[in-house]
């Protein structure tokens, strides 16, 4: 029968924990401190930093023994406690794990045994094998889960750990490797080769940690999930420690952290992720956002109480979530505007445009959330002020900057409550390119982690498996852009926004009809609806704007010296519309193509019903003014 720790490996990323030694550093324990020691004469502080790596959302914790062998207690009049110390410092992780009422898996943790070149010359494969066997039977008399070999740079010492190890267990190893920046170990040893070699010595999960820093990392992991079908693990530090007032510090930021941790898990297929050097419970809460968004429904191993199996629930079909949702799902072809939410209070200028798009037919608005990092009044609230008031349904954009897990989620259920069904779900613009460039950005997860929380709900569920009672039924959208200057990384992410949960997708402005084409191509084997993003531009300065300085839009040479002939007032605003006009119709001739989303400079409505004309129900809108 496989062990536990490796049955949950089979379906499931675990969150290991981060630096020991960074900790107790932080606490004011002097770096020439014998650290294992703590477990004996201060095992309340051990057990305080594990109690908030578990707080953190960590599934495995280490046992304070990255030192705690003969070896290097030596220098410290130390070497016959072994066993005591490490006996101590797995009850120091139980009574932990105790307190917070949390399952985990404890790791013992079986670090080198020096400067490798010195205890290369020093010891013989006899002697290293002995001085582990010690350490090991410690950790097993403390009564631990599975082992942590880390921080290894030669192979005598991983292979001295890992036998002594097998010698007296058959508890599952996590093998770690370190590497330096030219992604070979100080021998010369590839990560590949490495993988192979330790598998066959007999670890069930090989990876590397320390190194220097999550960048460097990926690429050594890269190597090893080529090499074979391996559980792969990773635990960087935190960039690349400095002096600063006479304190080591690393400047790898949480987010910097969880973004490498994304990667890890989707790049590589690493099953356990964490922290070394420099890493904090900051840094670890930060990622266990991406660990989350990023795997199968599992266990929730942060309740003390087993749960029962969480039945499938059926979503709701598609087509009958929505107006908008059942014309997009039976082919025929929608149209929607996007307006902006107010700057302030007053919803009367959204009201009457939103009241006028609904004369004219429009099937939706869109409401975006803070676009260009604004700050402005809810999207949230706007929507429902204007379903109610006008009856026109609404895309409801929802970014992840702003909010964390537990607030997305609260927000969609709330959303869901006030009548709302239709969601485009986005990243969102980073606060630094808008309005408040000192504000913080969360960003738990990205568009793909959203989609899949979103795509949860709808099953009755919350990300992380619980039931929530009967399932919400949102028309999950998702952005695209067909000019995006790495389309291989586009048509990637939106491959995985549609297994995510995707049903539709709108895309950014679209221009050149060369770059659709070619993105559809390379879409068509998840045909879902799309729909095509329009810009009217209003003078060459406009479109030299959001050619230069809005990410993600591109707009041909040839477009620009259009509106540059055109100069500037009226003449530009016509062949603006013009121009969007062309490039709807040409969209329009792709099956694929099931609709238009306007986006009128300024949330000006006139424009946006002339590039609509033609598609329109309302078409004589000359003189058009309905009241509320």
Not at 10 to 17: E, I, K, M, Q
Not at 148 to 153: C, D, L, Q, R, V
Not at 202 to 229: F, I, K, Q, R, T
Not at 604 to 622: G, H, K, M, N, Y
Request: charged content about 25%; aromatic content about 6%; overall charge negative.
């Amino acid at each position: 029968m496989a062990h536990p720790f490796l049955e949950r490996l089979n379906d499931s990323v675990l969150l290991c924990d981060g630096a020991m030694g960074t900790m107790l550093y932080a606490k004011g324990i002097f770096i020439n401190r014998c650290f294992d020691e703590l477990n004996l004469s201060n095992p309340t502080l051990v057990q305080e930093i594990h109690r908030d790596y578990l707080a953190a959302g960590a599934e495995i914790i280490e046992t304070n023994t990255f030192g705690a062998n003969r070896w290097k207690l030596l220098p410290h009049g130390l070497e016959d406690k072994v066993l005591e110390i490490n006996r101590a410092a797995v009850g120091a992780a139980r009574r932990a794990i105790q307190e917070t009422h949390r399952e985990a898996f404890v790791a013992g943790s079986i670090g080198p045994l020096g400067n490798p070149l010195q205890t290369r010359e020093r010891l013989a494969p006899s002697e290293l094998r002995a001085i582990y066997v010690e350490q090991v039977r410690g950790l097993l008399e403390g009564g631990i889960d599975l082992l942590m070999i880390e921080t290894i740079s030669h192979r005598e010492e991983m292979e001295a750990a890992i036998l002594a190890v097998r010698a007296q267990t058959d508890l599952p190893i996590i093998a770690q490797m370190t590497f330096g920046e030219d992604g070979l170990t100080v021998h010369g040893d590839r990560p590949d080769e490495l993988a192979l070699w330790m598998r066959s010595l007999g670890a069930e999960v090989v990876g590397c940690n320390c190194s220097v820093g999550p960048a460097a990392m990926l690429e050594a992991l890269e190597e090893m999930a080529g090499a074979g079908d391996f559980f792969l693990a990773a635990q960087p530090n935190a960039g690349a420690p400095q002096w600063v007032e006479g304190r080591l510090i690393y400047f790898s930021s949480p987010e910097y952290m969880s973004t490498y941790a994304r990667r890890f898990i989707k790049s590589c297929g690493v099953r356990v992720v964490g922290g070394c050097c420099g890493t904090t419970p900051e840094h670890i809460r930060a990622m266990r956002g991406a660990v989350r968004a990023l795997q199968p429904t599992r266990i929730d191993v942060s309740s003390p109480v087993p749960r029962e199996a969480v039945p499938t629930v059926e979503p709701i079909p598609a087509a009958q979530r929505s107006r908008f949702a059942r014309r997009l799902t039976e082919g025929e072809f929608v149209t929607s505007v996007e307006i902006s939410p107010p700057k302030g209070a007053d919803t009367s200028r959204v009201l009457q445009a939103a009241a006028k798009l609904h004369a004219a037919g429009v099937d939706a608005i869109n409401i975006p959330d803070g676009p260009r990092a604004s700050a402005r009044m809810s999207p949230q609230a706007m929507a429902v002020i204007v379903a109610r008031q006008i009856g026109i349904e609404v895309l409801l954009h929802y970014c992840c900057r702003d909010r964390n897990l537990l607030g997305m989620q609260s927000d969609l259920l709330g959303a869901y409550a006030l009548g709302q069904r239709n969601l485009l779900v986005i990243t969102g613009d980073p606060p630094k390119l808008g309005d408040y460039p000192n504000a913080t950005a969360v960003f738990d997860v990205d568009s793909i982690g959203l989609t899949r929380i979103v795509n949860h709900l709808n099953h009755g569920r919350d990300l992380v498996g619980s039931a929530l009672g009967p399932p919400t039924s949102f028309f999950v959208g998702v952005g695209a852009n067909p000019g995006a200057l790495n389309l291989d990384e586009e048509v990637r992410r939106f491959h995985e926004k549609v297994e995510a949960g995707a049903e539709y997708a709108l895309t950014q402005p679209v221009f050149d009809l060369d770059l659709l084409d070619e993105f559809l191509r390379r879409t068509e084997d998840v045909p879902i609806p799309i729909v095509v993003g329009i810009l009217p531009l209003t003078s060459h300065r406009n479109a030299e704007f959001y050619h230069n300085e809005v990410p993600g839009m591109s707009i041909p040479e040839a477009v620009r010296e259009r509106m540059r002939l055109a100069d500037s007032g009226d003449e530009a605003k016509r062949v603006g519309i013009e121009i969007a006009r062309e490039a709807l119709a040409a969209a329009r001739r792709s099956p694929r193509i099931r609709g238009a989303y306007v986006m009128p400079p300024f949330s000006r409505v006139e424009p946006a019903l002339e590039v609509l004309r033609d598609v329109l129900p309302v078409r004589d809108l000359e003189g058009f003014d309905p009241t509320i």
